[in-house]
């Protein structure tokens, strides 16, 4: 069973820095890609950033190229979110995901696990 487990959402100022961190356990995840989504109430979830483990890739969204930044800890099966220049468009909740396939498309999947996801709330 493969659980993942979002952490570090909170408040903070435009132009402030948050760090989020995927916990991953219940298997060893290979070559799975690891996504981070982030959803609006009434809005479709939105693609924000992947990471395949083991070549370290990283994928993202132009509206997040340049202030966010996903890596990837192997030893500690965690995948981090290093978000800075918030700003109030980016206040969501921020999912994790993980994708078995090695076909799996970043922006698309299809994604397999999700977390329960994290508030993030970007103040002006």
């Known amino acids: 069973q493969v659980q993942l487990v979002e952490s570090g959402g909170g408040l903070v100022q435009a132009g402030g820095s948050l760090r989020l961190s995927c916990a991953a356990s219940g298997r060893t995840f290979g070559r799975y890609l690891m996504g981070w989504f982030r959803q609006i109430p009434g809005k479709e979830r939105e693609f924000v950033a992947a990471i395949r483990w083991g070549d370290g890739n990283p994928y993202y969204a132009d509206s997040v190229k340049g202030r966010f930044t996903i890596s990837s800890n192997n030893a500690r099966n965690t995948v981090d979110l290093q978000m800075n220049s918030l700003n109030p468009e980016d206040t969501a909740v921020y999912y994790c995901?993980?994708?078995?396939?090695?076909?799996?498309?970043?922006?698309?999947?299809?994604?397999?696990?999700w977390g329960q996801g994290t508030q993030v709330t970007v103040s002006s």
């Open positions: 995901a993980a994708a078995k396939s090695s076909w799996a498309v970043p922006a698309r999947g299809p994604y397999d696990y």
